[in-house]
């Protein structure tokens, strides 16, 4: 099976930034976990605008390999507490991110040698 | 005069979240300077600051404050607390305040308080932005002076500076009304001399007290700031901050997490090195803040976006369940006819929301999962000008839900609502307007800050 960035993290969260940012962290397990988030085929800020539905420009992504995290910010596509906000603290708005399958490490074009 | 070390002692992250008393006498201990605490914020919703109330509840914050108080007292170390009552409205202040003149008398306690409103006038603002002082962030555009009319309250987030002041105009416990979470950790060794990096970097990383540590349910920190950077460990001997965990607490509920904007410049820890001291403490160096050509502040604001009415059923029936999104839809469709036909209302004089818990509620479209649930609660939220427009359409949409079947089905079903009445009025909702800044030639302009008389002097 292959495994889901989630499973190659010890933690996927996401929290407001703020009343008009969601942000999102992957904490990857290893370096062979962050080579696989931080590759830029894999994810990137076209991926995020199409797993949440916000323009790609306005999406910012940080890849820190001193913590083996990948940030992504981006701004909430719903107002904190409005009417069709349904996360008024952005807090399992990570799911679809957690959920997405990199390609195994042999498969891509940079890192996630082990 | 500069002292050569500035332990700064942060409880908690969030006044009235409580805290074990023994982590507060450790803190003692171990020599704090001062005492820092965050009162509020906006992550629970534009509510607390539109209506001007607390999310937290008296006895929480007396249980905190009293501790805090006496710990204060006996150390003889300031006691600050920022964006009091959550929202840091000028309500909040005074609640925070009258909470404290009663456990101060109550125990005796003999301190100077100093109560900083920081509650913004529209009319003043407007001013300001004629003017052509207010200026955006992202990804918000330019603003309106009907937006700052509209709002129910504003609010400016202070920097240090303002507590600084009261701190050095006598105060020995400041309420601050709403404040940088940073500002108010960072403004008492700012005042004894430490350099800004470490200050403000020290204050990001421990303003939500034990967050950074490898337990943050175990108690706060104990953050000590020196001319070449701080350190850092947890108050309950048994938790760590670990490098990784100090680091870490950079990238909670920032956009940016290497740069942050304060009033009086950028906090910059592109360069900060975190090294263990030992098993439970960490050193951190490196940490920059460049100081902007202009002085800025922060305005939000919330303003009421209508009335709110709730009304909400479960759906068990596998058929049903097999055809959920086809059912939310055409409950959608007739309630928008039989609102138009009973209640003359057109779509636009109101708004509903329709949430399948269960389904896909929480993501919606992005939501990844596939598959019928085994059970699906159905939430309608309507949003009217007025709340008995909004009850109204809640009762206009009661038989739907009850009793609407999918297009396949020749019979009625009917759902199982929870509760008797269905309809619940949440009131007036909020929403959060403003995301700007306004520029000042004095950090303080914007703030008023009131010297209360410590009881045992009245």
Same mark, same amino acid.
């Given at each position: 099976m292959p495994e889901t960035l989630g499973e190659l993290a010890l933690e996927v969260r996401s929290k407001n930034a703020g009343p008009f940012w969601t942000t999102m962290e992957l904490f990857m397990r290893d370096e062979a976990g962050y080579a696989a988030a931080a590759d830029e085929d894999v994810l990137n800020e076209e991926v995020v605008a199409r797993l949440y539905?916000?323009?790609?420009?306005q999406v910012r992504i940080f890849r820190i390999p001193d913590l083996n995290v990948v940030k992504i910010s981006f701004p909430r596509p719903v107002p904190q507490?409005?009417?069709?906000?349904?996360d008024v603290h952005s807090g399992q708005h990570h799911v679809p991110l957690a959920l997405l399958v990199p390609p195994a490490a042999d498969a891509r074009g940079s890192g996630g040698t082990d | 005069m500069n002292d050569t070390a500035i332990r700064v002692l942060v409880p908690?992250?969030? @006044?009235?979240?409580?805290?074990?008393p023994e982590t507060i006498e450790r803190g003692l201990q171990l020599g704090a300077d001062v005492i820092a605490v965050d009162g509020g914020s906006t992550d629970s919703g534009p509510f607390y600051l539109g209506s001007a109330t607390?999310?937290?509840t008296r006895a929480q914050v007396e249980w905190d404050l009293r501790t805090l108080l006496k710990a204060a007292a006996e150390a003889r170390i300031p006691l600050i607390v920022g964006?009091?009552?959550?929202?840091?409205t000028d309500a909040g202040v005074d609640w925070i305040a009258e909470i404290t003149t009663d456990i101060l008398v109550a125990e005796g306690l003999d301190l100077a308080v100093a109560a900083i409103y920081s509650e913004q006038k529209d009319s003043a603002l407007v001013e300001r932005l004629a003017a052509g002082a207010i200026h955006p962030l992202p990804p918000h555009g330019a603003l309106d002076a009907t937006t700052l009319e509209g709002c129910t309250r504003i609010v400016g987030m202070m920097g240090h500076e303002p507590i600084e002041a009261a701190l050095r105009g006598g105060a020995q416990v400041v309420l601050a009304g709403r404040a940088t979470d940073t500002a108010v950790a960072a403004a008492y060794p700012l005042m004894r001399g430490m350099p800004p990096g470490p200050a403000w970097h020290a204050a990001k990383i421990v303003?939500?007290?034990?967050?950074?540590?490898?337990?943050?349910?175990?108690g706060g920190v104990l953050a000590t700031i020196d001319a070449h950077g701080f350190t850092i460990e947890p108050l309950n001997p048994a938790a760590s901050c670990t490098p990784a965990s100090v680091a870490a607490?950079?990238?909670?509920?920032?956009?940016?997490?290497?740069r942050m904007r304060e009033p009086a410049g950028t906090i910059d820890v592109t360069a900060a090195t975190y090294r263990a001291v030992d098993e439970r403490t960490v050193r951190v160096e490196g940490s920059e803040f460049e100081p902007a050509p202009q002085h800025t502040i922060k305005l939000e604001g919330a303003r009421i976006s209508g009335y709110e009415t709730m009304s909400f059923t479960a759906i068990r029936d596998p058929h049903i369940l097999a055809n959920i999104e086809e059912w939310a839809t055409l409950l959608h469709k007739v309630l928008g006819e039989w609102v138009a036909r009973? @209640?003359?209302?057109?779509?636009?004089?109101y708004a509903v929301d329709i949430r399948l818990y269960g389904h896909n509620?929480?993501?919606?479209?992005?939501?990844p999962a596939t598959g019928p649930a085994r059970e699906v609660a159905v939430m309608l939220l309507v949003r009217a000008p007025d709340q008995a427009t909004a009850t109204a359409i809640a009762k206009v949409a009661n038989p739907l839900m009850l009793h609407l079947p999918t297009a396949d089905m020749a019979y009625l079903p009917s759902t199982a609502f929870?509760?008797?009445?269905a309809e619940t009025e949440r009131g007036p909702a909020y929403e959060f307007v403003l995301n700007h800044v306004v520029d000042v030639?004095?950090?303080?302009? @914007?703030f008023r800050t009131e010297y209360r008389k410590a009881p045992a002097d009245a």
């Open positions: 539905g916000v323009p790609a420009e507490g409005g009417l069709r906000d349904r | 908690t992250g969030m @006044l009235g979240g409580g805290f074990p607390p999310k937290t964006s009091c009552g959550t929202g840091g303003e939500c007290g034990g967050q950074c540590t490898t337990d943050p349910r175990a607490h950079m990238l909670y509920e920032t956009a940016d997490p290497f009973t @209640l003359r209302l057109d779509v636009g004089d509620a929480v993501l919606a479209e992005h939501d929870p509760f008797s009445p030639d004095d950090p303080t302009e @914007l």
